[in-house]
Each structure stands twice: as C-alpha cells, then as structure tokens.
C-alpha cells in the first residue's frame, strides 16, 4: 500500500480496511498468505511521511514494515531518516527502494545501510560496482530484492550475470516481480526467465528462494521454517541431480 492513495484524497482507513478484507478473503478463499509494507512516497515531504506514520499505527498489527517508494532523484534515504528512526521505535522492519541505474544510487545504497540500518534493501543491484557496499551488504547480511524482468525494462538486460556475480559472493541475493500486473511476470516467470535466459541451475534457483524465506520475508522463524521445508520437500521430489537444469 502506497501514500498514491492518500494523496488523492481516500481515507486512510479506507485504503487499509479494503486491502486488510482482501487479504482475509484470499487466505479463506485460496489459501493465500500475504504481510503489508506500507510505502511512503520520497518525492512527498518528511512531514507528510511523518503524518501516514502517525496514521498507521491505529493498525500497527496489520502492517509488518515501512519502505521509502517512488522518485529516487533529489529524495535520498537521508531525507527521512527521523521518520525511519521513529517507525523502528514501533517496531516497524525498514526497507528502501535503490532502483537499479539511479542517480547516485551507491550514496543512497550507503545511507541504507548505515544511516537508516534497513533490514533489506529493494532492489540495489548497482551495489556491485563498490567492493565496500558489497563487503558490508554480505557481513550485516542483508537481502537484496532483484527483480529481474522489471530490470529489462529498464536496463533493457535480465541482470542475470549480475544476480550470478551476487550469489558467487555469497549476497543474500533474491527473485521478485517488483510490480506483477505492469510487468507481466509473477515470481514463477521472473525465475524461469532466469533458466532459459540465463542458464540458472537449479542449485542456483534453490538458493534465491532459500533466500527469500531466510532473509526477504518478515515472518516469525517458525512460519519461515514450514514454508523452508516445504521448499525442501519440493526439491527433494524432483528427480534432477544439483547441477542439472531445470
Ligand atoms: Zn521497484
């Protein structure tokens, strides 16, 4: 959920009662289990981001974490840090969008890290280009959401090599659809294009969803551990040996 809603005049509470039914009617109608991240939108000021704050936590249980979305140019993580700050002492989990190609993209990476401390970063696949983000990215072990065909939009590439150079690194690198309806691609498709674009083992593939529970998903560890060994019973019931392809 977005501040987009907000600031074209919905209520607030109309915005999250209608996605928090949708998301009690998909987990009884297709067994669909899903977490909120509200978004505040960088191009709006700190004041306005402070204000949706303030909003959410009428509805702190229904909302797992805060992330900082839209125009990255000119609005660097720096510009909300008070605001990040004070949703930690809610106990919110903190994560940025760092799209890939953005105008200084490895300061934004940087102030991620060590201004903000976020448990994730969204996207940040530029951070390749400095040995230094790379070094600290792996020690803090923080996972990276990369999205794939979103990137080919963009960058007119999958970024397989790149996504192949991060998880040599031993990166908790992972696969995402960033946005399933624009892009046309959900998880499944953006990890196929992987395969037949990019020559992905399936050892490979395993280590980007291993990651996605492990480091992505903000769930208590005994959920992550159902959903890690149902991943595991997956694996195992394919007949491929490591190295083969999918
Ligand atoms: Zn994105």
Not at 19 to 30: D, H, L, N, P, V
Not at 80 to 95: E, H, P
């Amino acid at each position: 959920m977005a501040l987009a809603h907000t600031s074209r005049g919905i209520d607030f509470d109309t915005v999250i009662s209608g996605i928090y039914r949708a998301q009690c009617e998909a987990k009884k109608k297709f067994g669909l289990e899903s977490r909120l991240i509200m978004c505040f939108l960088r191009d709006l000021s700190a004041e306005s981001a402070a204000e949706h704050l303030q909003m959410s936590l009428h509805y702190r249980d229904w909302i797992a974490g805060v992330r900082l979305d839209s125009d990255e140019q000119g609005n660097p993580p720096s510009k909300f840090a008070k605001v990040f700050s004070d949703a930690r002492k809610q106990g919110y989990q903190l994560t940025m969008h760092c799209d890939v190609n953005q105008e200084n993209t490895l300061i934004h990476i940087r102030e991620c890290l060590d201004l903000i401390g976020v448990d994730r970063i969204d996207h940040g696949l530029n951070a390749l280009e400095d040995e230094q983000l790379c070094a600290d990215i792996l020690h803090r072990g923080i996972g990276l959401t990369i999205c794939p065909v979103s990137n080919r939009f963009v960058v007119q590439s999958l970024t397989s090599e790149e996504i192949r150079v991060m998880l040599d690194k031993g990166i908790k690198v992972t696969v995402n659809s960033d946005d399933p309806a624009y892009f046309r691609a959900y998880i499944n498709e953006n990890l196929m294009a992987l395969v037949e674009e990019g020559d992905f083992t399936q050892k490979e593939i395993v280590q980007l969803v291993t990651s996605a529970f492990e480091e992505i998903a903000w769930l208590p560890d005994d959920i992550k551990a159902g959903y890690l060994q149902r991943l595991d019973q997956y694996v195992a019931g394919s007949v491929m040996d490591e190295d083969e392809r999918l």
